[in-house]
């Protein structure tokens, strides 16, 4: 059983802060919700890192930049649980990482949506804020942004483009 040494977890936590997501570099990778803990045995620090999705091609360089942070912070013994149950939505993003994201000119997803998509319920259809001047005047130009992640939209109000940043 894991034993609780709050000043090396502290620690971790504080590096894992400062790790930008790779797809998303605005946002860290704890905004992005997929660190779901940090646990301490003896002087090993063991990170619960869950996938945004199963092919997310993100997944090992998020792994290795974990534990290359870890270590040059002075953690050196560091590994990483890769955590499936339960899975990642992006009703996990952090309100500081929505704020971010629109900030950055891509669209937050909406929170409470996603557990229904999993589910299968019916949705309602998506009313997609411009981050740019928040009017819900848009349209949807495709359904794959720059990421599979994002889908690419169209302010019809201030004609600037956005990605938003789908609910899984």
């Not at 003896?42 to 997944?59: E, F, H, Q, R």
Request: glycine share 8%; proline share 8%; aromatic share 6%.
């Amino acid at each position: 059983m894991p034993t609780r040494n709050r000043k090396l977890e502290a620690s971790a936590w504080e590096i894992l802060e400062h790790i930008p997501d790779p797809e998303i570099p605005v946002l860290s990778i704890v905004d992005l919700g997929i660190v779901r803990s940090v646990e301490i045995d003896g002087p090993k620090v063991i990170v619960g890192v869950a996938p945004t999705y199963s092919g997310c091609p993100a997944t090992e360089v998020i792994e290795d930049s974990v534990i290359k942070s870890l270590q040059s912070g002075g953690i050196s013994d560091v590994s990483i649980h890769r955590v499936l149950s339960p899975p990642w939505t992006s009703d996990w993003i952090s309100d500081r990482g929505r704020e971010k994201l629109r900030k950055y000119g891509i669209a937050p997803p909406k929170k409470g949506v996603a557990h229904g998509r999993l589910l299968g319920d019916a949705m309602p259809a998506e009313r997609i804020a411009c981050p740019r001047c928040g009017t819900e005047n848009t349209k949807k130009v495709s359904e794959f942004g720059s990421t599979a992640c994002k889908a690419s939209y169209k302010c019809i109000e201030c004609l600037e483009p956005f990605e938003y940043f789908k609910c899984i």
